[in-house]
């Protein structure tokens, strides 16, 4: 997991075969690196609140995966924080909302309740991206890949580094339209 890490570090974020490690060992390596690339306003962070959340919405496909690599880690001087949710409220202290597959028949709705918090939303749905959502990771060819919403991104006031949207496998900007 360690080697995922750095090897994602080192700028190869666009692309991972995934024969060695679990799907979800590399999407957690996404969110770990999404969250590097990502700036919140200032109003995304509470009074005195010195992390950044990354919260699992639903049915937890990670498990050890995603907290394991992040222990002691910190980004922009907040330490990261992971946090399990059933559901997610408008006004939840998550940073960066992975909405879980087992989410899908709802995903509309809670897509909905959050779409202007500063909250970056991730999933990993065919129509992740068609509904509302931000980040999509999609698997082709066992390699994971990412899209991006971009007018998602904007009405909840978040800005994502053109680094990140260089690899993007797809950026949908309807803002230029």
Known sequence: MLCILAWLLAGSLHVIYAASFSEYQIKAAFLYNFAKFVDWPSTAFRAG???LVIC???????????DEPI????????NLV?????????????????ISRSERDKLGQVLS????????????DGNFIDQGGMINLVV???????????EAVD??????????????KSVRDRRKL
Do not use: M, W, Y
């Not at 699992?56 to 995603?66: H, K, M, Q, R, S």
């Not at 222990?71 to 907040?78: C, E, F, V, W």
């Not at 309740?113 to 990993?124: A, R, V």
């Not at 060819?141 to 991006?148: D, I």
């Open 155 to 168: 009405r909840a006031g978040l800005k994502i580094s053109p680094e990140l949207l260089r690899l993007a």
């Open 56 to 66: 699992v919405v639903g049915e937890d496909p990670f498990g050890a995966a995603l």
């Open 113 to 124: 309740l959050i779409k202007s918090s500063p909250f970056l939303t991730i999933g990993d």
């Open 82 to 98: 992971v946090r399990r949710l059933k559901q997610i409220h408008r006004d939840e202290a998550c940073h960066l909302a992975f």
């Open 71 to 78: 222990k002691g880690q910190s980004i922009g001087g907040r």
């Open 49 to 51: 609140q010195n992390s």
């Open 140 to 150: 082709e060819e066992r390699k994971v890949r990412f899209e991006v919403n971009l």
